[in-house]
């Protein structure tokens, strides 16, 4: 029975199965002339499975101690807490009965009766292992609005730090990016589309106010997208085409990363929570009634993210990449220095119309 790279969402699953070079119909998902995967012959999937089912035990085999609403079923929990599979919950009950069966058929057994990770009970695990300790992301957002703005003790760095290094990613010389302003009373210059003047930097999710950011975005209605014009607005386009590759953090990724890189699957388990905590919350729009103290915890990632280009790790890296919440298309790159890129190319359009949904 044949599973394929359409089944999957985790990077490291496909590029497996992509590497049998192998097409044919999938079994599991009914997509034609794809990658394939043979489950009762091929090797690589199922022994990766085994060592990440691992992590999972049996109610039978859990401390009485362990909380019933910490327990679920594989075939849901895989689907709806872990960025692996492009299938419903039965669909993946089928495929993992299927790929485990002939080598690991005790692996099997955990698809059909409660299973829990009995560390995520462990208070001791959690504060050594989890990015926020022992507390939740409530805790820390009230810590930083409300006694602690530049200190806080609620953090795990050296595994923060572990999921940082998995985001530094590279674009490319050559390409281009945008940014998008908005001006009805004055015709703007190429030298005003950079970023504004520190004592005009006013606060937002990723940066403090009076620190100044160069805010760009991968895609032209991104950027345009992102400033919410309305109907007969004169907008201002900017390109940035890039002279030198750009090294940035990406947190788009915290939710992709593979586990399957070789990142501690314990760890990588108690922090789901936490790492879609982190992206969501940097990536939400800026609204007219949020409060600056709303930004405090995700400017709080971000200085400290560009504090550690001191480090080797990090030396290169000059901004963050983060997901757009207003268009699909692209997506929002913040550059720490703005006086790294310049723009080259500005034209005007007028917003004919605008639809709400």
Not at 20 to 38: E, F, H, M, T
Not at 112 to 124: K, S, T
Not at 135 to 161: G, P, Q
Not at 340 to 351: A, D, G, P, Y
Request: overall charge negative; proline content about 3%; some cysteine.
């Amino acid at each position: 029975m044949n599973c394929c790279e359409k089944c999957f969402k985790d990077i490291e699953l496909i590029a497996i199965i992509q590497g049998k070079q192998n097409k044919a119909q999938c079994d599991i998902c009914k997509s034609r002339d794809v990658y394939v995967y043979d489950m009762e012959n091929d090797e690589g999937l199922d022994i990766l499975f085994e060592e990440f089912l691992s992590i999972y035990k049996p109610k039978t085999m859990l401390p009485d101690s362990f909380p019933n609403s910490m327990l679920c079923f594989l075939k849901d929990e895989l689907v709806h807490n872990w960025n692996m599979f492009d299938l419903d919950s039965t669909q993946v009950y089928l495929l993992l009965s299927v790929l485990m069966e002939k080598q690991f058929p005790m692996k099997v057994k955990l698809l059909n009766e409660p299973v829990g990770i009995p560390q995520l009970a462990d208070l001791d695990f959690i504060a050594a292992n989890s990015i926020l300790k022992s507390y939740r992301w409530e805790d820390f957002v009230e810590y930083l609005k409300h006694e602690n703005r530049f200190h806080s003790a609620h953090i795990n760095y050296d595994v923060l730090d572990e999921f940082l290094k998995g985001l530094i990613v590279t674009i490319e010389k050559g390409s281009k990016l945008y940014r998008a302003r908005i001006s009805n009373d004055s015709e703007l210059e190429i030298k005003e589309m950079g970023a504004p003047p520190k004592e005009k930097a006013s606060a937002g999710r990723a940066n403090s106010e009076g620190i100044s950011h160069l805010y760009l975005a991968t895609h032209i209605d991104t950027a345009v997208r992102e400033i919410r014009p309305g109907e007969q607005d004169m907008i201002y386009l900017g390109e940035f085409t890039l002279e030198e590759d750009l090294v940035i953090v990406d947190l788009r990724s915290l939710e992709s990363i593979s586990i399957f890189q070789g990142f501690n699957k314990l760890r990588y388990a108690l922090n789901l929570s936490n790492i879609k905590k982190i992206s969501n919350e940097i990536s939400k729009p800026v609204r007219r009634n949020d409060s600056k103290l709303d930004y405090l915890p995700t400017q709080y990632i971000v200085d400290y993210i560009k504090s550690k280009r001191i480090e080797k790790e990090f030396e290169h890296c000059v901004g963050i990449g983060f997901k757009s919440t207003l268009c699909h298309r692209g997506y929002n790159i913040m550059i720490f220095n703005p006086e790294i890129l310049r723009c080259n190319n500005l034209t005007s359009r007028v917003i004919t119309q605008v639809i709400y949904n």
